[in-house]
């Protein structure tokens, strides 16, 4: 979707919801990605995914373009600040390296029974890379990855300077390798 696509889209769900499907196409399967790895039981994070779309459609007169990535910093900041209430109100501090529920069971095709243990192994010992750096690089690694961000997205989401989220993942690719 070019970027005048996505205003023109926006200017017209601000009045009529049904618009909101083509955003809502465009943007699922990185918001589906993101917060399927944040959230490790599908249900759960499929209520949240559900919640950051029902949030996005009420919010979206308040919405302001700004630049071109501006609606997907937007959108991912929702989605941050749902995995983050999702996790207060359960109390989860920590993630848990032992989710039961492996990558085929968060995409919407199911690979093939060999490829799904091969899958399963990765994506837990991708996790369990991942858990090793802090907290923030966690954060940057998962939605430049998982999410599909640039670093100037990125920088919207968190509130941070993009040369700072440019650091960030730099030294958590290095601390993965």
């Not at 490790?40 to 308040?62: M, N, P, T, Y």
């Not at 069971?105 to 192994?121: C, D, F, S, W």
Request: glycine share 2%; proline share 3%.
């Amino acid at each position: 979707m070019t970027p005048e696509q996505e205003r023109k889209y926006i200017r017209q769900a601000r009045t009529d919801p049904r618009a909101f499907v083509h955003l809502y196409d465009h943007y699922f399967s990185r918001i589906h990605a993101y917060v399927c790895y944040r959230v490790h039981s599908q249900q759960d994070a499929e209520d949240v995914i559900a919640e950051v779309f029902f949030k996005a459609i009420r919010g979206l007169r308040r919405f302001k373009w700004r630049n071109r990535n501006s609606f997907a910093a937007w959108l991912f900041r929702i989605a941050h600040n749902l995995v983050v209430d999702y996790y207060r109100r359960y109390e989860r501090v920590e993630l848990s390296l032992e989710s039961e529920e492996s990558p085929a069971e968060l995409t919407n095709h199911a690979p093939l029974p060999e490829k799904v243990v091969v899958q399963q192994e990765t994506f837990r010992h991708m996790r369990a890379l991942i858990a090793t750096l802090s907290p923030r690089r966690q954060e940057v690694v998962t939605l430049r990855f998982f999410g599909g961000l640039r670093n100037k997205e990125i920088a919207g989401v968190l509130d941070l300077d993009e040369r700072t989220v440019a650091a960030h993942l730099s030294r958590g690719l290095q601390d993965l390798r």
